[in-house]
């Protein structure tokens, strides 16, 4: 059923990028504090959460390696349960290519298959990626992910005439395309200066800029500025959202199967209708499924969206 288009209040999922040394942990809590309320912070960068204690008040969890998407989903739903406001991930990079990332896991996955195909290896990992994503996307927080970016050297006249070599980043250290799940991704220079390479809120556009608090604070008030989402309304579809991507993982991709699979447990009732219960239910039989495929490879099944 369509409705008309309004502008809703929402959380923050913003993305900073940058080189080592740029700015990328400071000017996270910036934003953090100009939110306001209660910050936390996943570390992963050896304990330099704690570096800024100092300079504002926020609570740090330490992640070691191995670097498991199941580490982060579990920290951030403690966030969550904990009251916090915003939770800073510092940084999304290790999930990634980290000891026990999703690459090193995808390694070993290949190594055990007796073809070695890494391309059907990525049918393993692919579900945890997107669970990740779904995660941070359905977080009742605003999330503020740090990504590190590849580096690279340039080669420039400086204002004396005198050739300076400088660092630059390049893409982030992430799967393909993880920026493009941000509403907001903020691009830092080794000089700690702001290019936005994707905006919806329209507020930086073509702005060059250094990351304040006051930052978050405009942020905060375009956040503020929609109507409120009816509290039932969104936490059923972010439910949907999650069972949904489990069913998808499930089924290959196949989006006809998985709505399939769905509408049998919902026994043919249109989505705009789910209740609750129906969420229990195909929760339920999303476990009950993996369970019986075995296909996990040792995961964890506790990973099934909680209703």
Not at 25 to 32: I, K, P, R
Not at 186 to 194: A, I, K
Not at 208 to 235: C, E, N, Y
Not at 256 to 269: F, H, I, N
Request: hydrophobic share 35%; proline share 2%.
């Amino acid at each position: 059923m369509f409705r008309k288009a309004e502008r809703r209040k929402a959380k923050l999922r913003l993305a900073i990028t940058g080189p080592a040394g740029s700015g990328k942990t400071y000017g996270a809590l910036l934003v953090a504090q100009g939110l306001g309320g209660r910050i936390a912070m996943i570390d992963t960068e050896n304990g330099s959460g704690d570096l800024y204690a100092d300079f504002c008040d926020y609570d740090v969890q330490t992640l070691t390696a191995p670097y498991s998407v199941q580490k982060y989903l579990a920290a951030i739903h403690e966030a969550e349960e904990a009251g916090y406001d915003v939770l800073i991930i510092d940084s999304l990079s290790h999930a990634w290519s980290g000891e026990g990332g999703l690459l090193d896991v995808h390694n070993q996955v290949t190594s055990s298959m007796k073809s070695g195909n890494s391309y059907a290896a990525w049918r393993k990992i692919t579900p945890w990626h997107n669970r990740l994503i779904e995660t941070m996307l359905g977080s009742k927080c605003h999330i503020i992910a740090t990504m590190r970016t590849k580096t690279d050297y340039a080669i420039s006249q400086g204002d004396r005439g005198k050739t300076e070599v400088q660092k630059v980043g390049l893409a982030p250290v992430q799967r393909d395309g993880m920026d493009y799940e941000f509403t907001i991704v903020f691009d830092l220079s080794m000089e700690h200066t702001v290019t936005v390479s994707k905006d919806r809120t329209s507020l930086f556009d073509r702005q060059v800029f250094t990351i304040t608090q006051d930052t978050g604070k405009m942020l905060r008030k375009w956040l503020d500025s929609g109507v409120d989402v009816p509290p039932d309304a969104q936490d059923i579809r972010n439910t949907m959202s999650r069972l949904y991507r489990g069913y998808l993982d499930l089924f290959g991709q196949d989006s006809g199967a998985a709505q399939s699979a769905m509408l049998r447990v919902t026994e043919g009732r249109a989505s705009k209708d789910w209740t609750q219960e129906d969420m229990k239910n195909l929760a339920d039989d999303l476990a009950l499924r993996m369970q019986k495929r075995g296909n996990m490879d040792g995961m964890a099944i506790d990973q099934v969206p909680e209703v």
